[in-house]
């Protein structure tokens, strides 16, 4: 706080009656003057839908659903990846490259109409048009008055059957930054940075106080179920795991529903929902299932971060000194 | 193979009738003379077991168990962390540093005959005295001829109440360096080193086909069972995701039983066993009880960590470009 904000907050103070009010002013003044929030608890929505081709119907859907969510109390409202759209990388299709917008652009406009029509922080998933020839898959975080908080371009790029992102997506060049919002300072990233330990690390040592995960992960139908199992379970596990070893809640999101492959070599992608909240040593806070839309507010209480941080240390006994060789491509 | 090699390769091969049967010769003497196994199946056996004063009494028990796992076919035997006595660390007290002793000593003369004698792989835990005043937790390696193939001091060290390592040991100043054995390339860690997703990926990146970790962790029956049960789940689930993430099998062995606080300020540590083993996605192939003692033996699948990594090719997308700051200790 600077002298004239202090002086504010003796004047308010003087016109309180009694000590605790007084007290009480003044820790809401404090909060609203450097940013802090008055509770720990951060409302948090999950929306998991399914898409189908219709753009315009998919993002009525989720302007409904983030109405929905705010109306009951959501200060953060998190979507999956890519959610105006089809997963459209089953295929490698030039004509796609259609779907990607500017940043800003039309979509921005949209959620950030609605981050402010409904007074809640939005993290979105956009295919971004950053030059002809030139694409990302960009997270674009908005503030509860409408203005872009931040943007993070998804940096760890997959590619296999059915998930044809290095056709259409360059790797991000923004590197590992979290986005401060009003609700707190969030660690966004998407889907296959989920598996990169050295995301999590990254966003944790910069001060991240929650990892964030739009995603879109599905089975192949022709694999076994049990084959099906241990992916799932492993997609839930090393984002847990990230949770537990950055002392960190983790929110993924992903898609529900089936999308047919438009080349009709593959039965298509049956993604697996399961979206999840965890706490700080991984604990499940909510887990959703692995079929149905939903729409859910858990919340997460901060402060318990820094309680877990204190009983587990790990950030004091990092042994920085032995770690340069993470930065090479195999040890070899 | 040098000429010599060859030229005994084939005098075997001529002393074959069929065609087959040469192969399967040429086969056996190639993996034999380049140290490569004759299938991908490495028999692990777990011990977890508890403790008493009697540092003689433990060794012997151990003997016993380590006789009975190569009896029932292990390869690989994995001990849990400082096994030779109790877990001193409770209290600090210079006394104890009498327990330590020099490697080679006359530790590492008793495992590495009964590496010998039983003719398998040994992983190890010792407290090793370098010098006077100076003192390391450190895992010891022998190869199934009783030599030592390897060793590994601790990087991380804890320090909390109960566990007051950093008094007792000095971090280890050897790095991150997987242990080549005749069953494969063994990525020993120990203990508090299996919150560090770091430690795991330099071993991966360095080529260990299995990460390793003896412990000896326990619950502060003080906390409520809820409490116990979420640092149990997320010592599992956080080195579940170091095998997810890097695509290796995980063994962690830990001792069971409760221990008195030599202090009698506390009601001591109970030990929660679970020692585990996960495939390289994770999935438990073994999970042992949180009160008894075990002897297991694992088949763990080697073969399998290729086959997972190439539907999910972790290691091709890494971005090494913007890991550096890994080595910051924090980034602000």
Chains 1, 2 share one sequence.
Request: glycine share 8%.
């Amino acid at each position: 706080m600077n002298n004239e904000e202090i002086k504010d907050t003796i004047n308010l103070m003087s016109n309180n009656s009694n000590q605790t009010d007084k007290f009480a002013t003044l820790n809401k003044v404090i909060n609203e003057k450097t940013g802090n929030r008055n509770d720990n608890i951060m409302k948090t929505a999950i929306i998991q839908q399914s898409n189908n081709a219709g753009i315009d119907t998919n993002k009525a859907k989720l302007a409904k659903n983030i109405a929905e969510c705010a109306k009951n109390g959501a200060e953060l409202i998190v979507l999956q990846e890519l959610h105006n759209s089809l997963y459209f990388c089953q295929v490698e299709d030039v004509n796609y490259f259609d779907l990607a917008e500017t940043i800003p652009g039309p979509s921005t406009k949209f959620y950030g109409q609605l981050a402010k029509k409904h007074g809640v922080v939005l993290v979105t998933s956009l295919f971004e048009k950053r030059a002809a020839g030139l694409y990302h898959n960009t997270a674009v975080v908005f503030e509860n008055d409408g203005s872009i908080a931040g943007t993070y371009r998804k940096m760890h790029i997959p590619d296999d059957p059915g998930f044809y992102e290095k056709f259409y997506f360059t790797p991000g060049d923004m590197g590992f930054h979290p986005i401060q919002t009003s609700v707190g300072k969030l660690g966004v990233l998407v889907c296959w940075d989920q598996w990169y330990p050295e995301a999590a690390r990254m966003m944790a040592l910069a001060g991240a106080e929650v990892l964030i995960y739009p995603t879109a992960i599905g089975w192949d139908m022709h694999d076994e179920e049990d084959e099906r199992e241990r992916q799932r379970d492993a997609w839930v596990t090393v984002q847990r795991g990230h949770a537990v070893a950055n002392g960190l809640p983790v929110i993924a999101v992903n898609r529900v529903g089936t999308e047919e492959d438009p080349t009709g070599q593959s039965e298509g992608i049956n993604f697996w929902g399961n979206s999840f909240v965890a706490g700080p040593q991984g604990e499940f806070l909510y887990e959703a299932t692995t079929h149905k839309e939903e729409n859910k507010i858990i919340k997460i209480d901060l402060k318990r971060s820094e309680d877990v941080r204190r009983i587990w240390p790990f950030l004091r006994d990092r042994r920085i000194d032995e770690y340069k060789e993470i930065t090479k491509r195999f040890r070899d």
